[in-house]
């Protein structure tokens, strides 16, 4: 199969959504910046070789904080003591919403990218992992995964979104991974072949 470019992952981009995104209750609410969401899922990142993560929010003070997080590892007292964190969080890209991401992706790729939204909830129109990598390997586009904090991304987000990955099934009915773990598994299976050869 021809692929547009050597490396799929290349052309590829996690965004973690903090707004629109359900609480508990199912009500629209922005979702607070988790320190552990920032590192780790910037470590599954560049374990797979991805060309970026944004952590998307509207509020500035929240912004502000992630870039503090950032800065202290990348020119604080961090520098000096873990360089494989420094390096997993040189991925990691602050926006305010996921129109900015689109139109970063746009202008580093030169195309719009595939918006690909996930779910924890069954979706009719949910395409499997193998499909969507079979998909991308067709045409140049760069991908954008997007993962959903709180309680998941919005039926209105999901609505504008071009592709919706299939939920994450494992062998018990249990379904609440946090979206660390969902992000390293959808990584897995969207790159871990590629990875391989």
């Known amino acids: 199969m021809s692929q547009p470019d050597a490396s799929l992952a290349k052309r590829s981009y996690v965004a973690l959504v903090h707004h629109p995104v ?55 007292p961090g520098q000096s003591q873990n360089d494989f964190r420094r390096e997993a969080l040189s991925f990691v890209r602050v926006v305010s919403s996921m129109d900015e991401a689109i139109e970063a992706i746009h202008k580093e790729q030169g195309l719009p990218p595939l918006v690909v939204g996930t779910t924890a909830r069954p979706s009719v129109s949910a395409v499997s992992a193998p499909a969507l990598r079979a998909e991308c390997f067709r045409e140049p586009r760069p991908l954008l995964l997007v993962m959903g904090t709180g309680w998941g991304l919005t039926n209105e987000f999901m609505s504008r979104v071009d592709r919706v990955l299939e939920p994450i099934q494992g062998a018990a009915p249990y379904n609440h991974l946090s979206v660390r773990s969902a992000t390293a598994i959808m990584l897995d299976r969207l790159f871990a072949e590629e990875a391989r050869t």
Do not use: F, M
């Not at 590192?39 to 509020?59: K, W």
């Not at 912004?63 to 020119?75: A, N, S």
């Open 22 to 76: 359900y609480d508990k209750q199912h009500q629209v609410v922005s979702t607070a910046v988790t320190n552990l969401d920032i590192h780790d899922i910037a470590r599954s990142c560049c374990t797979y070789g991805v060309a970026g993560y944004y952590v998307v929010h509207p509020v500035a003070a929240q912004r502000q904080l992630v870039e503090r997080i950032l800065g202290y590892w990348d020119e604080g």
